[in-house]
């Protein structure tokens, strides 16, 4: 998924859902988010995130449930791609 100011809008939604995590663009056009928090908040952000702001165009949101890392505090905008 990719669009003009997608991080943007993933983080807006995320922090109005009380999410913690980040998005971040990869090498290959698509974005990584990582959201930790109630899992009625990122079925609600998954959701969002397949409408994606206005301008942008997003093919496919893939979700993969994992347990909560508990290592963020608040939703940032990562401007690399790191492993993670």
Do not use: C
Not at 61 to 79: E, N
């Amino acid at each position: 998924m990719q669009g003009v100011g997608f991080r943007n809008y993933a983080q807006r939604r995320a922090l109005l859902l009380g999410l913690d995590g980040y998005a971040m663009n990869l090498r290959d056009g698509r974005v990584r988010v990582h959201a930790e928090g109630p899992r009625t908040a990122i079925e609600e952000l998954s959701r969002d995130l397949e409408k994606g702001p206005p301008l942008s165009s997003v093919s496919g949101v893939k979700v993969r449930w994992l347990p909560a890392t508990g290592r963020f505090s608040g939703f940032d905008i990562r401007f690399a791609e790191f492993d993670t």
